[in-house]
C-alpha cells in the first residue's frame, strides 16, 4: 500500500530532490490534514507543470483549522525560500509544532 506522500508524487520523483517542493508535499501528507482537506488543496498543485496557486490554497484553507493554516503558511514560506514566522510555533499542539520542526529542518538540509 502506498503511502499519501507516495500518493501525492506520483511519477514526480523530482519531487524529493527539491527541498522547496519536498516540504509543500510533506506538509499536505502530514496526518493532521483530513484526506478532504488534502483533497481540496491538491487540484491548486501542479507538478506537471510545477507551479502552485498559493492564493487559491489559502482561500480554501480558511474553513480549516488554525493549526493547519498555520502549517501551510509555513509551507509556503519554506517553499519561497523565505523565514517562517516562528512566533506561529507557540500557537500549534505538540504535535504540529514536532511536524513544523521537521519540515523547516528538511527544507534547510544539505
Not at 506520483?10 to 482537506?37: M, N, Y
Not at 498559493?54 to 525560500?81: P, T
Request: hydrophobic content about 40%.
Amino acid at each position: 500500500m502506498m503511502s499519501v506522500q507516495q500518493q501525492l508524487i506520483g511519477p514526480h520523483i523530482w519531487v524529493k530532490r527539491s527541498p522547496e517542493w519536498s516540504a509543500v508535499l510533506d506538509t499536505l501528507a502530514l496526518p493532521l490534514f483530513r484526506d478532504q482537506e488534502r483533497n481540496a488543496l491538491i487540484p491548486y498543485i501542479d507538478l506537471e507543470h510545477r507551479t502552485i496557486d498559493w492564493e487559491s490554497i489559502h482561500q480554501r484553507a480558511q474553513g480549516f483549522s488554525k493549526e493547519s493554516r498555520i502549517l501551510l503558511r509555513i509551507a509556503h514560506a519554506l517553499y519561497n525560500g523565505g523565514d517562517c514566522q516562528l512566533s506561529e510555533l507557540g500557537e500549534l499542539s505538540s504535535a504540529g509544532r514536532s511536524a513544523a520542526i521537521l519540515l523547516i529542518a528538511q527544507r534547510y538540509r544539505q
